[in-house]
């Protein structure tokens, strides 16, 4: 999985790592005198650009072109290399590095005279960022952002690297361009070994393994316990990340094997996470992730997915374990993103900033001696014993970090502190009446601080997600604006991010949209819809999610190998059309469609929809067993194939209160692997009524709410009895591995 960049982590081995790249130039291309090419008019071109990232850089003294023809012939006329830096607006470390190098005008005025610069914003055009990023990987061993790399004409690196200071990168600037001019042969060796790596990963197509049994399962819990931290939770060490994904599928393995020690590994660290600073513990809502191993001090931007993973994560916590600290954070993220991350109309917002008044977390923290100002006696005694307040302050950036910052004009703070609950502490919950006072002030007095800056693109893929957490929300936790928000949410897409033949756009903002769809903005948000079908029963949203699947399939769908490309092949500019079955920061858009396909299929009664997720999850199922904590979501879909699955058919009238109780039930258990649909008994014949195929023939017994509990189309007999639907739906298989595991201990 990729890592964040050492600048991302804070870490202090920054400089030395821009040594590294600088010593390797020196040693590779030698030291040599730049000679100014002629003249040429240019401009800043990103004043054109609607992007938040790109805008952020449309003053630079840069002539920055956007990823384009237009760019990219530029080039080829003049001869030059490219410099691609590609970021996101809410990123910290782009922040630092625009302060630091390209506001300067000693670097402008290189990169002008012998680079064509190129801004490309990661969150709009996420296929330029996957391969580049690749790229960076396979040549550091890590990458990150900002990306900085230097390309031939043609758009092959030949050089990279992810945040470099200023006089590192000058150096790098005048060698590389020096190098350009001279001895350009150095460069040219260097793009055709990148090519040919290049073209390697083109041609290497997917051995279609047969789907991986229950074993598979098995391997996984015992790689995540191997690298588990028993004392603080979560997986490896600092820096730590929200892993939503690999914590939502060993629920779905405890619920099956019903060992205590994988739900461990899922509480410990969902308990460290909502104690810690990486959680708003004023305002609710996850910061990116944790710069340490206790989550206590986090990297502050709140991205709208974190949220919606996170969400439906604790969520789903909190039905196994009935632990009502669970809903209390699911609640609380939900709110955020009522409060300050949506639009009135639909719609949720991308992402805000880490900084604010050009310093990381000053939104967030707090001294001691402006908690005292602000408080009462008890009430600062109460905050300062539930959140680790001190005088000496836990938020302070090292010397390294201070003097990176300072050169790009940035401050850091000193003596702050970032809220976090000790771990075995009881997380507060508003029955304090001392704190819930002292939070309301502090809360009141944020409001009127500068926020941090908000990324207001609304993004497909990311919009999917948020609408898949607030149906949950609402199913889960009963709260009427949740299910209102996905409804909006889902209509606003529906409307303003599809073309008039019904293909998805990736991006809106001010009025228009954006770039066409990727493989994760269908996957997504046909996730989102066939949840929230499931949570109001409305078919405009079934019906949506069947019209994007179809769509998903003629843009996508890789025949011949199996599974589905990222991009749509149009842009002919992309060094690859890329495939990938793993997960990232974000769930694998090859395994989310795996289980919409199954999902879908359950509903439609169509096995062709089966088959192909079969497909899907075997195109590069040798490497799924071989490195499953790699391919999570891969695995929440064979979970779904390899279990008694359930499709529930409620037959009757949805405001009926036996219709209620059972849908209350269906959706407030934590019963992951079935699909709901509820209707009024309809002939097949009866098409014209616009139903779902899943509740055809089934009619409702002696005029009563009836319960149809079927597996692979083959049901139990029908009942209106709420036991015998709660016992027909809890049923699951048990895995084979850990019979076997049972046996040996009986």
Not at 203 to 215: C, E, L, S
Not at 637 to 659: F, M, N, Q, R
Request: hydrophobic share 40%; net charge neutral; aromatic share 12%.
């Amino acid at each position: 999985m990729r890592q964040p960049s050492t600048a991302a982590c804070r870490c202090p081995v920054l400089m030395s790592q821009a040594f590294f790249w600088f010593t390797l130039l020196v040693m590779v291309f030698g030291v040599g005198t730049v000679r100014s090419s002629e003249k040429t008019e240019h401009y800043n071109r990103l004043i054109h650009e609607k992007s938040p990232y790109l805008t952020q850089h449309a003053n630079n003294p840069i002539w920055w072109y956007p990823w384009g023809e237009e760019a990219f012939a530029a080039a080829k006329r003049e001869n030059k290399p490219i410099f691609l830096s590609i970021g996101y607006s809410t990123c910290h470390w782009c922040h630092v590095m625009e302060g630091d190098s390209f506001e300067n005008e000693e670097v402008a005025d290189l990169m002008n005279k012998h680079f064509i610069s190129i801004k490309v914003d990661r969150e709009e055009r996420p296929d330029v960022d996957q391969i580049y990023m690749d790229v960076l990987a396979a040549m550091n061993g890590r990458g990150g952002w900002p990306m900085s790399l230097f390309l031939s004409p043609e758009r092959v690196p030949f050089m990279g690297d992810t945040f470099v200071p200023r006089a590192q990168f000058i150096l790098l600037l005048r060698r590389i361009s020096d190098t350009w001019k001279n001895d350009r042969a150095k460069i040219d060796k260097i793009v055709g070994q990148v090519s040919a790596w290049l073209d390697k990963q083109r041609d290497r197509g997917f051995v279609n393994a047969p789907v991986p049994d229950d074993h598979v399962f098995q391997r996984f819990a015992e790689r995540r316990r191997q690298s588990f931290d028993p004392e603080y939770g979560g997986f490896g060490k600092q820096p730590k990340f929200p892993q939503s994904t690999q914590l939502s599928l060993l629920l779905r393995i405890y619920k099956r094997s019903a060992d205590p020690a994988i739900l461990e590994l899922v509480t410990k660290t969902l308990d460290g996470m909502a104690r810690g600073g990486m959680f708003d513990q004023l305002g609710g809502g996850f910061h990116r992730y944790s710069t340490d191993a206790v989550w206590g001090i986090p990297h502050f931007e709140k991205m709208l997915y974190t949220q919606a993973l996170l969400a439906v994560t604790y969520l789903e916590a909190y039905q196994v374990t009935q632990n009502p600290e669970y809903a209390l954070v699911a609640q609380r993220v939900l709110d955020y993103l009522l409060r300050d991350m949506s639009r009135p109309d639909g719609g949720f917002y991308s992402a805000e900033d880490a900084d604010s008044e050009k310093t990381e977390g000053k939104f967030y923290v707090w001294t001691e001696n402006q908690l005292k100002q602000v408080l009462s006696e008890d009430e600062f005694k109460a905050v300062a014993a539930s959140y680790n307040v001190t005088a000496k302050g836990n938020f302070n950036p090292d010397d390294h970090v201070r003097e990176l910052e300072d050169s790009a004009g940035m401050k850091a703070l000193s003596g702050a502190n970032a809220f976090f609950v000790r771990l075995g502490d009881k997380l507060p919950d508003g029955s304090d009446a001392a704190l819930a006072s002292a939070k309301q002030k502090l809360m009141k007095i944020r409001s009127t601080r500068i926020r941090p800056d908000l990324d207001d693109k609304i993004l497909t893929a990311w919009n999917g997600l948020a609408i898949r957490a607030m149906a949950v929300g609402y199913q889960v936790l009963g709260d009427p604006r949740y299910q209102d928000a996905g409804q909006k949410t889902a209509a606003f897409l529906l409307k303003k991010l599809r073309t008039k033949d019904g293909r998805l756009l990736r991006s809106w903002r001010n009025g228009s949209a954006k770039y066409p769809a990727y493989l994760n903005d269908y996957a997504y948000l046909i996730e989102g819809l066939t949840t929230l079908y499931q949570t109001d029963f409305d078919l405009r949203w079934y019906n949506a999610a069947l019209s994007l699947q179809g769509h998903q399939d003629r843009l996508f769908l890789d025949g011949r190998n199996g599974g589905y490309f990222f991009s749509d092949g149009t842009d002919l500019s992309l060094l690859q059309r890329k495939k990938t079955f793993h997960d990232t920061a974000l769930p694998s858009g090859n395994g989310v469609s795996a289980l919409n396909l199954l999902k879908l299929g359950d509903l439609s009664l169509s096995n062709d929809f089966k088959q192909h997720a079969g497909r899907i999850i075997a195109a590069d199922g040798l490497k799924v067993v071989g490195t499953p904590e790699v391919y999570v979501q891969i695995l929440i879909a064979l979970e779904y194939l390899l279990d008694s699955s359930k499709e529930v058919a409620v037959i009757g009238p949805l405001e009926h209160p036996a219709t209620k109780r059972t849908i209350s039930y269906l959706h407030r258990t934590f019963l992951p692997n079935k699909v709901i649909s509820v209707g009024l008994p309809v002939e097949e014949d009866g098409l014209a009524n616009m139903t779902i195929p899943l509740i055809f023939n089934k009619p409702m017994l002696k005029g009563q709410p009836t319960t149809y509990v079927c597996e692979n189309n083959i049901c139990q007999l029908p009942t209106s009895n709420f036991e015998k639907i709660k016992t027909f739906t809890a049923t699951a298989k048990t895995y084979s591995w850990y019979q076997s595991e049972l046996s040996k201990t009986e």
